[in-house]
């Protein structure tokens, strides 16, 4: 439909057979546009079960 309304605007121009129809089932603007481009869901990190403790620095004094 956005054809049709450039020509409208008198951006695009049009012959007698161009139809609205030509337009119609041609592609999925979500298949097209949007999966293609859509991020992916990150790997899942497993994190342990219990992270290990630190051990005190040892002080020289």
């Known amino acids: 439909n ?3 309304n450039l020509i ?3 951006v695009f121009g049009k012959t007698e057979e161009d139809s609205i129809e030509d337009f119609k089932n041609v592609y ?4 097209a546009f949007m999966k293609p481009f859509a991020p992916e869901k990150p790997a899942t ?3 342990p079960a219990r992270l290990p403790t ?3 620095a040892i002080s020289g004094k």
């Open 28 to 31: 999925d603007f979500e298949e």
């Open 45 to 47: 990190v497993k994190t």
């Open 8 to 10: 409208g605007a008198g």
């Open 54 to 56: 630190r051990k005190p």
């Open 2 to 4: 956005i054809v049709f």
